[in-house]
């Protein structure tokens, strides 16, 4: 007995992970591990960004030659539409806060889980469910309407599967706002002794202001699908003008939503990018709490700016001009973002590393995105432009060029916390630098393209847009490459990658003190937070006073 328990003391029992404790499909499925359910997300919505990038194949495939000679016009139609659904509705709106969102808030607050476990499974549920209806939709004839739903056409003039699409999109709503209320009510009730509102995380920050607007605008794009459906399957006068309805009132209700969804997108984006470059400075973000609080600001502009994109919709030109003054003050919150960041990479001590160098890719895509965005808020610009390549350009900068290569940056930061491996290095820094190439490759000539008078969602153009059309399909290919080959190393390093340290990055946050990869309740003890946040500058002077102990 005394040898059993002098071998445990000097070779402890190692601790079981939340990957390692249950097996089976079952202890999956009904699991309410906010980690697993990260899991599950993530394997959720990779299979959907996949299909919706197979949609976006086929475009550019058909964009390759000015005559429409690869598919038809109604098979084009369907093809942008469901591109559009399955990227907005299935992967962007929910990549980072399902996935890094469930996985990371609990352990950045030092709780043990999300306030609402069961809640937390729901919301995976319904999404499966939404995105089960919507491949449902596109198998048996798709929608041709554009992610817009645009009205009258939606309720009177099509015959594709409006309703069955306008009902996942449904349901997937409702995943959205619990994971909102979940995240609110953890935040406020669930932070560790110590863990101040000014000693929070930006991730957190940006989550929370996130997690606002799902809770407050998500009800209004579920309620006018509704509309949409009910119009159509009760011929009642809500959009159909010649029912007495007003299309007007639809663009004004989608849109209320539909640009706040812009930054359910964008704002977790700019959580993750605070992280790694706080990080891989090593030094404490430049205006804490002006970046904090510009989160919060970016929330509540962007409920006020939604008819900007109905500068020729037919809405009043005074409208327009205070709907474009305002679409100019929804840029402050984010210049302050950008400069405070560029601030804190100041004479840092930057490291090269995958996660910095999506972060690099970040600050120069966002920052094209967001100057073009200027463009199309000004009415005499916007005109000459809207619904031309120029809006698409400018739209994927923001969406796929900044919140994209933000999930990418988040997911090769805390992968080794996540899988408790280490990838190969160099071929995700290849990686990164091929998505870079790639989606520049892709979308800048969308640009001129679109400053010279092509409109997007055609699927012929003239002969002199070619050459441009082709440096953009191959651009796309590049990309395309850029985005298997995490996916291929991710696996890779699950069964043959080396094993994770808790900490490889010497990083910040209550996430690193946990191990890799963290236990079912991720702290042995409830952790009392002492220190402020991202306080680089103690974790670095700490190091140099081991090394001089050990020496």
């Not at 153009?461 to 490459?481: C, D, I, K, M, R």
């Amino acid at each position: 007995m005394s040898m059993a328990i002098a071998n445990a003391i000097v070779q402890p029992v190692e601790r079981e992970d939340y990957l390692n404790k249950e097996h089976g499909i079952g202890s999956w499925l009904f699991t309410t591990d906010h980690k697993r359910i990260a899991l599950l997300y993530l394997i959720s919505i990779t299979i959907f960004f996949f299909i919706g990038g197979f949609f976006a194949l086929l475009i550019r495939l058909e964009l390759l030659t000015p005559a429409g000679d690869l598919v038809q016009a109604d098979t084009y139609n369907k093809l942008f539409t469901q591109h559009g659904m399955v990227m907005v509705f299935f992967f962007l709106i929910p990549s980072i806060p399902a996935v890094l969102g469930n996985f990371l808030v609990p352990m950045m607050i030092g709780a043990k889980d999300l306030a609402f476990p069961r809640v937390n499974l729901l919301s995976w549920y319904l999404y499966i469910i939404g995105a089960i209806m919507m491949l449902h939709c596109m198998l048996t004839g798709g929608v041709d309407t554009g992610w817009t739903f645009y009205t009258p056409f939606s309720t009177a003039f099509t015959n594709t599967k409006i309703v069955e699409a306008g009902l996942a999109i449904f349901v997937a709503g409702f995943s959205s706002i619990l994971t909102g209320l979940n995240f609110v009510v953890t935040i406020h009730r669930m932070r560790a002794p110590g863990m101040t509102w000014s000693r929070l995380p930006l991730f957190i920050w940006a989550h929370y202001a996130t997690s606002v607007i799902q809770i407050l605008g998500t009800p209004v794009i579920a309620i006018t699908i509704v509309l949409v459906a009910a119009e159509r399957a009760l011929h009642l006068g809500i959009f159909d003008p010649r029912l007495g309805g007003d299309p007007l009132l639809f663009q004004h209700l989608f849109w209320f939503y539909s640009h706040p969804a812009v930054y359910i997108m964008i704002l977790p984006s700019m959580g993750i990018i605070s992280e790694i470059i706080a990080c891989f400075s090593r030094k404490r973000i430049f205006g804490y709490h002006f970046v904090a609080l510009s989160s919060m600001a970016i929330a509540v502009f962007g409920f006020i700016v939604w008819a900007h994109h109905m500068f020729v919709a037919g809405i009043s030109l005074y409208a327009a001009l205070v709907f474009s003054l305002l679409s100019y003050s929804v840029a402050v919150p984010s210049a302050v973002k950008v400069f405070n960041w560029t601030a804190t990479l100041y004479k840092g001590s930057i490291h090269y590393d995958a996660p910095m160098l999506y972060a690099f890719g970040f600050l120069g895509l966002f920052t094209i995105g967001g100057l073009t965005g200027l463009f199309l808020a000004a009415l005499g610009i916007d005109v000459h432009v809207t619904d031309t390549y120029f809006v698409v350009a400018h739209f994927h900068y923001i969406m796929v060029g900044g919140a994209l290569m933000a999930y990418l940056g988040g997911m090769h930061f805390w992968w080794p916390k996540i899988s408790g491996r280490l990838y190969p290095e160099g071929w995700a820094r290849l990686a990164a630098l091929i998505v870079f190439i790639g989606f520049n490759l892709t979308f800048f000539p969308q640009f001129i393209l679109g400053y010279v008078g092509m409109p997007r969602r055609y699927y012929q153009y003239p002969a002199e847009f070619q050459v441009l059309n082709v440096l953009s399909t191959a651009g796309a290919t590049v990309l395309g490459v850029g985005y298997l080959l995490p996916m291929i190393y991710f696996l890779w390093s699950m069964r043959y990658g080396k094993r994770a340290p808790d900490n490889p990055w010497q990083a910040a946050g209550l996430e690193w003190k946990t191990q890799s990869p963290p236990t079912t309740f991720n702290f042995e003890e409830e952790p009392v937070v002492t220190w402020e946040a991202y306080n680089y500058d103690e974790i670095d002077a700490g190091q140099k006073q081991e090394v001089k102990v050990v020496g």
